[in-house]
């Protein structure tokens, strides 16, 4: 593949991000507009990058199928997240591990939607 001649950004995302930890509903877990779409973490930039969207947050993927291609609307669902660096979904929770400074690294747990 001839990767100079392809568009390499992905619309919806700012370039100062660093979209990591994809996982998808590939099972239909979920309920709503979460079943069978996808949630990125973001590392962000540096706080003193000067950038008004620092990142360190989980974005929800909204993909819809066209005739030649997918658009996609990205949501931001939880913020705060410490330096996240990848994520797995197992059912309907979403884990993530960040990287710290400290001798413990944080770990979180994101609890979505699912029908009853």
Do not use: E, W
Not at 83 to 93: I, T, Y
Request: glycine content about 12%; some cysteine; proline content about 6%.
């Amino acid at each position: 593949i001839d990767a100079s001649n392809m568009n390499m950004s992905m619309p919806g995302i700012t370039g100062h991000r660093s979209p990591l930890g994809i996982s998808f509903d590939t099972t239909g877990k979920l309920c709503g507009d979460y079943h069978k779409q996808g949630f990125f973490l973001s590392y962000g930039s540096l706080p003193q990058s000067g950038f008004a969207d620092q990142g360190q947050d989980l974005v929800f993927l909204q993909l819809t199928k066209g005739a030649s291609a997918y658009t996609m609307k990205a949501t931001i669902l939880a913020k705060g997240l410490k330096s996240p660096m990848d994520s797995v979904l197992v059912g309907n929770r979403l884990f993530t591990v960040g990287i710290s400074n400290a001798a413990m690294a944080p770990i979180y747990m994101i609890v979505l939607p699912t029908a009853p």
